[in-house]
């Protein structure tokens, strides 16, 4: 069974640039996540799908990141513009239903 | 406010010994609890998924507890090796499906 795809694995950019992240989840899990993890912290949720409605999005910061899950499926993340703060690791996972959570590899993003 | 804690921040053991982690969380109605492994660079990889109505779970070297009423979660790991070393994340489901994270163990098995 494939597991959580995402791209780009790294990504350099200038603060004030715009960037995206792509994620495909495990086929048939409905639910998909995207968490930030800032170096030497835990994962924070950024946004909830189940399918294609967002479930929370209450600690995403809306003025600069967006995102979308088209077709229920794979899920775009996008920041705009990047602040120096948004230098972290972007992780995408995916559940069946409340289950267990299993994690992409992640994209680590820099912003200078 | 639902928050997960996880001590020692690091740690560090010579290869062989058993060891635990902790994780306590502040809510005990909680749905189910996750043991993450991550290696630098790296994403999360499951371990154990503990739902409520569970005490322990096992899977090979390692041993997961849940105590609600204490609101604490350990995770055994028996006869250490090398390639145990990594970060180790406790993170709960307080029944709303998502995870609420801790900041991680950092495990270093000393050969």
């Known amino acids: 069974e494939a597991g959580v795809a995402q791209s780009p694995r790294y990504k350099i950019i200038e603060k004030r640039q715009s960037v995206a992240f792509w994620c495909n989840p495990i086929s048939g899990h409905a639910t998909l996540y995207w968490y930030q993890q800032i170096l030497g912290q835990g994962p924070k949720l950024l946004i909830q799908f189940q399918n294609n409605g967002v479930v929370d999005d209450s600690q995403l910061p809306k003025d600069r990141f967006s995102a979308e899950r088209l077709k229920g499926v794979d899920s775009t993340l996008k920041i705009q513009p990047a602040k120096l703060e948004d230098s972290a690791v972007y992780l995408c996972?995916?559940?069946?239903?409340?289950?267990?959570?299993?994690f992409g590899e992640g994209s680590r993003l820099t912003v200078l | 406010k639902q928050e997960v804690t996880q001590i020692p921040a690091a740690l560090s053991v010579p290869e062989g010994e058993n060891l635990v982690l902790n994780c306590s969380f502040t809510d005990s109605a909680i749905y189910n609890l996750q043991w993450f492994r991550q290696d630098p660079g790296k994403g999360l990889t499951s371990l154990l998924l503990?739902?409520?109505?569970?005490r322990e779970q096992t899977s090979g070297r390692l041993n997961a507890s849940l105590d609600k009423s204490s609101g604490r979660s350990t995770l055994y790991i028996a006869a250490s090796q090398p390639g145990d070393s990594a970060t180790y994340l406790c993170a709960v489901n307080f029944g709303n499906e998502k995870l609420t994270f801790g900041t991680g163990t950092r495990l270093t098995i000393i050969p």
């Open positions: 503990i739902q409520s109505s569970q």
């Open positions: 996972a995916s559940s069946f239903w409340a289950g267990e959570l299993f």
